[in-house]
């Protein structure tokens, strides 16, 4: 049994002591939309991706925010679109770009408007900025377009970063919303002082701070984890009690989920 294992193994006998013993009310969040599968066409941030998380009722389909330099919103991960930087640069240099289905990169008003026809929960992370202005700038823009959609409310999305700034400002802007931080690299009782309730950490991050996980939940805080694919690391997560695992492989975590239940309920 590996170190990583043999700490769950213990770590969810620790839990189970404290967290609800209906550990089945977790949500899948699907990372970056539903993208591995025929329907999400391999598109990872496409408005196929988000439909087919919509289609095959996960609970939430998590996409990423970027601006451009003429302060155009769109759904993209990384900060460059093939090697072109998107801070530096124009929303019209990047209007003819495709994603892997054929799709154009979706501006943040496009993926919306899909968001609008599903109860799917829109898990937005807002991706860090070149200066915290420019962070701070987008992340007013980013609830704006939120309020234009009339999705600007605690059932409809959560908000999650890297960037501690973004967070601190969405907290000050949403109160009464869910976020989340990201870095994994703060304890979540220094995260609730800045009014930030949530955590959003790498599976791994609770194998270096088994502590965090109970100071979370002293602390009201709800405890995402990411990106978990292998069946392993997921089950593990399962058993310690997370409130949502983000995920490449939704229909795994499902097919897992059941399994766990099952064997609750001594099937």
Not at 33 to 41: D, F, I, K, L
Not at 114 to 130: D, F, N, T, Y
Not at 152 to 178: E, Q
Not at 194 to 200: K, L, P, V
Request: glycine residues 6%; aromatic residues 10%; proline residues 3%.
């Amino acid at each position: 049994m590996t170190t990583f294992k043999r700490f769950f193994a213990v770590a969810a006998l620790v839990a189970l002591a404290t967290v609800s013993a209906d550990a089945q009310k977790l949500a899948i969040t699907a990372h970056r939309g539903n993208w591995n599968c025929e329907e999400g066409g391999g598109a990872r941030n496409s408005i196929a991706a988000l439909k087919a998380a919509q289609d095959n009722g996960y609970w939430g389909s998590e996409f990423d925010v970027q601006m451009t330099k003429d302060f155009k919103l769109i759904v993209h991960h990384d900060a460059a679109v093939k090697g072109v930087s998107i801070w530096n640069n124009d929303w019209s240099t990047f209007s003819k770009a495709r994603l892997e289905n054929g799709e154009p990169i979706p501006t943040l008003d496009e993926y919306l408007t899909q968001g609008e026809k599903s109860s799917c929960v829109l898990v937005c992370e807002l991706k860090s900025q070149k200066t915290t202005a420019h962070e701070l700038y987008m992340t007013d823009l980013v609830v704006n377009s939120f309020k234009g959609h009339n999705l600007l409310d605690p059932k409809r999305v959560i908000f999650i970063s890297f960037s501690l700034d973004i967070c601190k400002r969405l907290a000050l802007l949403c109160p009464g919303f869910t976020v989340q931080y990201l870095g994994g690299d703060i304890a979540p009782d220094v995260l609730k002082t800045y009014g930030i309730n949530g955590i959003d950490y790498h599976y791994s991050v609770f194998a270096k701070h088994p502590e965090w996980f109970d100071m979370a939940r002293e602390n009201g805080m709800s405890i995402n984890c990411w990106t978990c694919n292998r069946e392993e690391d997921i089950e593990a997560m399962i058993e310690l009690g997370v409130d949502c695992i983000t995920t490449d492989e939704p229909q795994r975590v499902r097919r897992l989920m059941r399994k766990s239940r099952e064997r609750r309920q001594g099937k």
